[in-house]
Structure formats: C-alpha cells, structure tokens
C-alpha cells in the first residue's frame, strides 16, 4: 500500500521542498547576479550532488545547523547504515558543510541527475498560500502528480541559461512553452531490509579506541566465553578480525560489521563479562558536532578512559583533538536522555518508527523496525 497521501504532503508544505529548489530559489531571491552552477548543471538538468557557490553561502549562515542537515536530507530514510556501533557518530553531519558551506566557485563541471520536473497545479497553489512556488521533493520519484493525478512537466535539456531562465518563469506561476509531459514512469524506490542485522541501531556509538582496545580485549579473553557463541561464530575467524583490528588498525566496514557481531553475541551469552570491560575500561562523552558546533547537533560516545583526545593517535577518529568533550558520570539510563543527546536517535523517533531497547545499559542497540513505504 502507498502510504504517500495528499493529506501527508499538503500537511508537510512547505517542508517538501527539494534540495535543489531550496537551493536555488534562495539564491535567485537573496544572491540574483550569481551563477548557481553548483545546482543546475551545464546540459540544464539539476546537478548530482548540489551545493551553493562560495558568494552565496552568506545567505544560509543565518539557518541553523540542524535545519540545514534537514533540508539536505530530505529524501532520507534514517536507518542502520552509518548507525552501527562501530560507525564514525560525527560523519553524517559533514554534508552540511559539503552543500552549504564547501567555498567553491563552480565552472559548472558536475553531472547531470536528471531533468527538472515540476507540477503546474502545485506551483500556483504554493503561490497563493505561501507567497512563491517551489518545486517539491517527491517530483524526484514519480511521473505524476500524487496530489493532482496529473502528469508532470519536464524542461528540455538546453543549457544551464535556458533552464535558469525557465525555473525563474516556473517559480512566478508561469509554464515555458519549451515545457511536454513527462512520458517515462518512475516508480519510488524505499530501504528494504536484507540483512536481519540491520534491524540494529546504536544510539551511543564506539571511538576507533574502543574499537582497537575491544578487539584486542576480545583476543585477551575468548577462552572465557560461553562455548555456545562458538556455535554461531568460528574462533579462528574471530581472532583474524581482532588482529585486522588491533595489529593492522584495519578500520574498515567488514571489521566493523563482524566486531558488532562479536559484541551482540557477548551481550547474549556473556553480559556481566561485557559489563566488565566497559566499566573498567569505556566512559561516554557528550560531543557537539555540525560546522558550527551550535548545540543542537550532538552525539554520545564511548572512549577508553585510558586515552586522551587531546593526543590521539588515531588519525580518522572524530574525537581526534578534541578538548571540548564533556565526560557523562551520572547519566539517567532512559529513553529521555538518550534522545535529548543523541541527534541521530532523535530523527528516528521523529520518523515514528518503532524502536526496542535491547538491553538495559546505556550502550545497548535499538531494534529498528522502518515502516514499509511500498
């Protein structure tokens, strides 16, 4: 079933918006002698990956950093990808400055994704309840309009001028008479779920510290560990991760993925054994994160209490040089806190997906059940 009804979108306007027309209705509004080159491309079409030339990133200063990030991702369906314990917390904040604030003055170089499509319907209703048509998101997924059921209009691929003019008369409610109907149907195309592992979703994630003194707690003490995770695991096989791990520094996505497996069959069959090791060894740090580091954007993460950020020895870690970290000792082990201080955690619960604790601490995994969309 398609749960994408007029209700939904007529309620979300103007939060629709797409992130090219955003982009470019706000610097042909605030910034009209620049080129956006970095949202239309050169054939005419919107440019792959868009961002906002460097004399008009002035424009989007005064937006915070969380709406930003919001705006970029749009079309996203936050999930297990990048969520897992092991993942950089930080990273996903980084396209804020890549889109808005990357300084690059575009020659108009960047590949096409594809024509600009846009209802006529939608614009001129914009215009009268909103003061300005804009072109929304979900003209991205399909050949029609959902909300007026009727076919929607693509602009030739004439140039980076022509178009540039053409999304001007669009946006003031007029139709270019270069404009046909959209012959090709597109279908939406939503997460599906492959891997029952991806079900997992870590609120609180781990430094490349912890990561490098797991495994090699891990190798340390695997003659410990009950029998029956042997069944589901081979030794051998996990001793090699280990070694990638903390020999080689080997940080790579499969190491990630099977050291999180290791931990969640720990957490099953040896708990108090785990309870040790980060007790003894792992504490959590409030870290504020986006480009400007404004408050809203922050995350929980673990580090070794042994280490010190300030010297970090791990190149990549995003807590590397860090000196702002603020160490939690009496945190309330609740759904509140960790959704007050977990950003990620709080688009999932914003997305109204369900989530299950798995496990009473602070660091446990969420199951994360995404909602069908098709």
Not at 80 to 87: H, K, S, Y
Not at 176 to 194: G, H, N, R
Not at 233 to 244: D, P
Request: net charge positive; proline share 4%.
């Amino acid at each position: 079933m398609n749960i994408i009804t007029e209700v939904e979108v007529e309620d979300n306007a103007p939060y629709d918006e797409s992130l090219h027309g955003f982009l470019l209705r706000n610097q042909l509004l605030y910034s009209p002698s620049s080129k956006p080159f970095g949202v239309i491309s050169l054939k005419g079409g919107w440019v792959d990956s868009p961002f906002v030339n460097k004399e008009a990133e002035h424009i989007f200063r005064t937006l915070p950093d969380h709406e930003l990030l919001e705006i970029i991702d749009i079309k996203e369906v936050v999930n297990n990808v990048g969520n897992q314990l092991f993942d950089c917390a930080t990273s996903y904040t980084n396209k804020i400055s890549n889109v808005f604030f990357s300084n690059r003055n575009s020659t108009g170089t960047y590949k096409t994704s594809g024509p600009i499509v846009f209802c006529e319907l939608c614009i001129k209703e914009s215009i009268k309840r909103f003061g300005y048509g804009y072109f929304k998101n979900i003209w991205s997924f399909y050949s029609y309009c959902i909300i007026h059921n009727e076919p929607l209009k693509e602009l030739p691929l004439k140039g980076f001028y022509s178009s540039l003019s053409w999304v001007a008369d669009v946006m003031g409610g007029n139709t270019p008479e270069a404009s046909f109907q959209v012959q090709d149907t597109k279908k939406p195309s939503f997460l599906s779920w492959d891997d029952p592992f991806a079900a997992y979703f870590f609120p609180i994630k781990a430094s490349q510290c912890v990561f490098n003194f797991f495994a090699k707690w891990v190798s340390t003490n695997e003659s410990s560990f009950n029998n029956d995770l042997y069944r589901v695991i081979s030794r051998k096989e996990m001793l090699k991760y280990c070694r990638f791990v903390s020999v080689k520094k080997d940080f790579s996505s499969k190491s990630k993925y099977y050291l999180t497996k290791v931990y969640m069959l720990l957490k099953h069959f040896n708990q108090n054994l785990l309870d040790k090791f980060f007790e003894q060894h792992v504490e959590v740090v409030k870290v504020q994160i986006g480009p400007r580091k404004q408050g809203v954007l922050r995350e929980l993460i673990t580090k070794r209490k042994e280490e010190s950020c300030s010297i970090c020895k791990f190149k990549s870690c995003s807590l590397r040089g860090r000196k702002d970290l603020e160490v939690i000792e009496n945190y309330d082990r609740n759904i509140k806190y960790l959704v007050s201080n977990s950003y990620s955690l709080l688009r999932i619960v914003l997305q109204q997906d369900p989530l299950s604790p798995f496990g009473s601490d602070l660091w446990s995994p969420m199951e994360l059940e995404v909602i069908s969309k098709d």
